[in-house]
């Protein structure tokens, strides 16, 4: 783990509004960690951009957050991450700016994993479109809505990470080398806007009760498990001004879990 550590302040909540007025793109919008940052930021105040690959899926999502009361309407933002060329980034970034002016953050949620398989045994197609999935999209669009981000006062990118311990062991194949390019990309970025209004963080979640952890951990009770909303909660913090504290660092959730599965 090359970043410096940082932890969630002890007893932080989120304050009200603390992201009013703000526009925050997240990927992955349908799944467990996506889901529950939608939530948390539209709560707070933020207008949400749902992006994930079928509008079908997000429409769930969508009306969750419709049905809050006095909360921003969200919008539904559909992009395949796999199969979207560098030109359609650079479309989906004027979209956004035609439809809302502006975007204040980017929580990279979206992932593709499918399951645990030793290199000699991957696939090509599934190595190209896990590594497109997992670092080459979260590169792709972040370039793409770099002008808009840097044109606000205080804007920031989450990039999710998983536990190194085991990124670099056997069989986690293309996930698990994406996941060590995406935090050289993270560390990279930081340094090229330290002196920006862009904030670059990462994000360390304790084990969570997702689709992703049922494909790896497919034995495993769920209600052992934590939803992700706790780690939602610190996508907020990293959004809002209070994240200024963490920028360029990788806030690690895992607390009393390191060490353990």
Request: negative net charge.
């Amino acid at each position: 783990m090359s970043l410096p550590v940082a932890r969630l302040p002890a007893g932080w909540t989120p304050a009200a509004a603390s992201l009013a007025g703000r526009v925050i793109l997240i990927t992955g919008a349908a799944g467990g960690l996506g889901r529950a940052s939608a939530l948390a930021c539209a709560k707070a105040g933020a207008t949400v951009l749902l992006a994930d690959r079928k509008a079908r899926a997000l429409e769930p999502v969508y009306d969750e957050i419709a049905a809050l009361p006095e909360v921003s309407q969200p919008v539904l933002q559909p992009m395949d991450l796999q199969g979207a060329s560098p030109l359609e980034y650079q479309a989906f970034a004027e979209s956004i700016e035609r439809q809302l002016g502006r975007l204040d953050g980017i929580v990279h949620a979206a992932v593709k994993c499918e399951g645990l398989t030793p290199l000699a045994m991957l696939s090509p197609e599934e190595w190209i479109t896990t590594l497109h999935v997992d670092l080459s999209a979260p590169f792709l669009l972040t370039q793409a809505c770099m002008p808009l981000l840097l044109a606000r006062d205080d804007s920031a990118v989450v990039f999710v990470l998983d536990d190194p311990r085991r990124m670099g062991s056997a069989h986690w194949g293309a996930y698990g080398v994406a996941k060590a390019g995406l935090e050289g990309l993270a560390s990279i970025l930081h340094e090229e806007t330290d002196e920006t209004p862009l904030r670059v963080h990462t994000l360390l979640p304790a084990p969570m009760r997702t689709a992703l952890r049922r494909t790896v951990w497919a034995g495993e009770d769920p209600d052992k498990v934590a939803t992700p909303e706790k780690a939602a909660d610190a996508v907020l913090y990293l959004l809002s001004p209070d994240g200024r504290a963490a920028r360029g660092k990788l806030l690690d959730l895992r607390g009393a879990e390191v060490g353990k599965d």
